[in-house]
């Protein structure tokens, strides 16, 4: 039986907790799209980069959990 890694364990926290903010992420943009269709242009690109913020913090996070393994 092989032992447990701690970084197994904190990559999985690391990914679970980026999925949840984007999706969290897309929820109120598609929310506010419906309210405001008319600024979906501008609405589409702030999810976008917020998005791209969460997934670059979150391959920092993976790459520096291996590196401290």
């Known amino acids: ?40 242009a501008k609405i589409q690109t702030a999810m976008i980069v917020a998005a791209a913020l969460i997934e670059g913090i979150a391959l920092f996070a993976i790459v520096v959990s291996w590196l401290v393994d």
């Open 1 to 40: 039986m092989e032992t447990f890694s701690l970084t197994a364990i904190g990559l999985g926290i690391i990914v679970l907790g980026a999925g949840l903010g984007i999706s969290k992420i897309g929820q109120a943009a598609l929310e506010a799209m419906s309210r405001q269709p008319e600024n979906s």
